[in-house]
């Protein structure tokens, strides 16, 4: 496994020590130490079961678990909830949200931890709300309610949701999930763009392609970290072919990294598996 340094001077956005999970009385997660860098976008990859969701809501402080995990240099457990909330932004895979709930609604649930206790929104909530409305260009559905748009729709509202915090760390379990290719390349901008004004963004992604867009990736299989490392590193590239047991391969194409599925010989699906 590869080390991969924050900047001097600057404590990670993110650092786990001696991280384990169990869920159903079984250990998922092992011996995680990790330092994720403030202001880079890290994409976490891996293959099915291998923990990946299980670390970024270990990260969200969502699961209970064993070793440290701190947020900006500070232990979770001794954050305010509040304080941590503005933080701190999250979008899990396939949230649930009340479906009768209007679409403005749901967004400004983001802004619930700048308010004082049943405290009514004020300008700066209007705004925030609408700014990540139109950043995901779910704009013209705020009056719809939310069981009334398709998955591709609601992804984009959830996404605004987590937008409307305007944590300096945002964390997205698989963000392009029903996302159309416009809207895939239109999440990617909205990343860079934070990352530009020096938020830090931490994203599960299945979609190698889109990882190998990020600044860093970690690797995850069987509930191990396997490396962590830049995402232009061809150990990176031979790590994730690794993982995925040669059924991609990582190439250069017109200066970006893309992964093409490695498809086995037409041979190997027509043999007659009992033939021998
Ligand atoms: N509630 C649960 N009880 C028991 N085991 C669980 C539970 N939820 C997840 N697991 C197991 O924990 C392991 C890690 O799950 P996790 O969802 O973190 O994997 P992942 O890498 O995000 O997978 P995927 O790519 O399929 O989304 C898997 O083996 C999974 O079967």
Redesign the pocket.
């Known amino acids: 496994m590869s080390a991969h340094l924050a900047p001097p001077g600057r404590a990670p956005a993110l650092r786990a020590r001696g991280v384990q999970a169990q869920?159903?009385g079984?250990p998922?997660l092992q011996a995680i130490d990790l330092a994720l860098p403030a202001g880079r976008w890290t994409s976490v990859v891996?293959?099915?079961?291998?923990?990946?969701?299980?670390?970024l809501r270990v990260l969200a402080g969502l699961l209970p678990h064993q070793g440290e995990v701190e947020l900006q240099g500070r232990l979770l457990a001794d954050w305010p909830a509040r304080v941590r909330g503005q933080q701190l932004a999250w979008l899990g895979?396939s949230e649930q949200a009340g479906d009768d709930l209007r679409v403005w609604d749901v967004v400004m649930l983001g802004r619930l931890p700048h308010r004082a206790w049943l405290a009514a929104p004020d300008a700066r909530d209007h705004a925030a709300v609408e700014q990540a409305l139109r950043s995901t260009q779910a704009w013209d559905w705020r009056e719809r309610s939310l069981g009334q748009l398709s998955g591709g729709e609601r992804q984009r509202v959830l996404l605004a949701r987590a937008l409307a915090v305007q944590a300096p760390v945002l964390l997205m379990d698989?963000p392009l999930a029903n996302l159309d290719p416009p809207h895939q390349a239109d999440w990617l901008a909205t990343v860079r763009a934070l990352v530009r004004q020096g938020h830090t963004v931490v994203s599960?992604l299945?979609e190698i392609g889109m990882a190998l867009q990020s600044d860093d990736v970690v690797v995850?299989a069987d509930?191990r970290l396997r490396h962590h490392g830049p995402t232009h590193d061809p150990t990176t590239h031979r790590c994730l072919e690794q993982v995925f047991d040669h059924r991609l391969a990582i190439h250069a194409l017109q200066g970006q990294w893309v992964a093409l599925p490695v498809i086995p010989p037409f041979d190997s699906f027509s043999r007659d598996p009992h033939a021998d």
Do not use: Y
């Not at 891996?46 to 670390?55: D, E, F, I, Y």
């Open positions: 869920l159903g079984r998922v891996g293959p099915n079961g291998a923990g990946k969701s299980t670390l895979q698989e599960v299945h995850m509930g």
